[in-house]
């Protein structure tokens, strides 16, 4: 079970990024994913999450900039990052868990992602 993050880059404040997360192994249509990210120095957070039927969970920092999305037909989950901010700089990772119900807890996610830096700076 693979999960390949990408679409991090530097984008400038008040910019957009999609990120991506390709999963391989096995079908992830009813597993629960999502992203967590880690900032220099801070400790990892929950970003969001979608359940395997499609409820979505934003954490209150991204709620209304993030939207998070499936597409089970190519087993890639997205982020869609909006209005950034310097904040919001660092490492995000994917995540899946072999349950139907998401969670923000991160030792509740089994598979993890290799990481893609975002960076926002202008």
């Known amino acids: 079970v693979q999960l390949q993050a990408s679409g991090g880059g530097l984008v400038q404040p008040g910019g957009s990024l999609r990120l991506s997360c390709a999963a391989s192994?096995?079908?992830?249509?009813?597993?629960?994913m999502g992203w967590f990210r880690q900032a220099p120095g801070k400790e990892r957070e929950f970003v969001a999450a979608v359940s395997g039927n499609g409820w979505s969970d934003n954490s209150d920092s991204v709620k209304g900039r993030f939207t998070i999305s499936r597409d089970n037909a190519k087993n890639t989950l997205y982020l869609q990052t909006n209005s950034l901010k310097p904040e919001d700089t660092a490492v995000y990772y994917c995540v899946a868990r072999g349950y139907v119900s998401s969670s923000r807890r991160e030792d509740e996610y089994r598979y993890w992602g290799q990481g893609t830096k975002v960076t926002v700076s202008s």
């Open positions: 192994g096995r079908t992830f249509s009813t597993y629960a």
